[in-house]
Nanobody
């Protein structure tokens, strides 16, 4: 079992920045690839970014590429999502998730554990 707790969400103006954190506990954090997903009201959950176990490989959704950066600190059992140049369309609940595979995946069904989510609201 892996427990995931997100933090760092909030209200920000368009063009601003936020950094989300996801703290893991339970199993060995470095045994999991990690991902961030988001879900806006009335929409499906979408992939945002993912990182492999060591942090050496990352993948991004086209909509956030160049603006968001995923990273991890295995010593702190934490994964981060740095979000810059935020847009109103980035407004959503953001979830982190853990996948027992080595490589990062864009598929939500690949992930075994999920956090409770943190709200990000970007005003225009």
């Amino acid at each position: 079992q892996v427990q995931l707790v997100e933090s760092g969400g909030g209200l920000v103006q368009a063009g601003g920045s936020l950094r989300l954190s996801c703290a893991a506990s339970g199993q060995t954090f470095s045994s999991y690839a990690m991902g961030w997903f988001r879900q806006a009201p009335g929409k499906e959950r979408d992939f945002v970014a993912a990182i492999n176990r060591s942090g050496g490989s990352t993948v991004y959704a086209d909509s956030v590429k160049g603006r968001f950066a995923i990273s991890r600190d295995n010593a702190k059992s934490t994964v981060y999502l740095q979000m810059n140049n935020l847009k109103p369309e980035d407004t959503a609940v953001y979830y982190c998730a853990a996948d027992g595979a080595w490589l990062p995946s864009r598929r939500g069904t690949a992930y075994d554990y999920w956090g409770q989510g943190t709200q990000v609201t970007v005003s225009s």
